[in-house]
């Protein structure tokens, strides 16, 4: 699934969200130039939202 965030605009943002997730056993591929997630575990989307909002992003 690809999760696309709004308001990600730099690496700082991507080592956020990357940390955010791998704590919550996530794995995904983060793109800053296309500002997406792409989630590589099986998981629900609102529960990999709730962790991006959780590090404070936007998701949409």
Known sequence: MKIKVT???CQHCVRTIQMALIKN???A???LEGQTVDVKSDVS???VKKVIHEAG???V
């Open 29 to 31: 591929d983060i793109h």
């Open 57 to 59: 992003y936007e998701t």
């Open 45 to 47: 989307e609102s529960q």
């Open 7 to 9: 308001n990600m605009t």
């Open 25 to 27: 056993k996530i794995v």
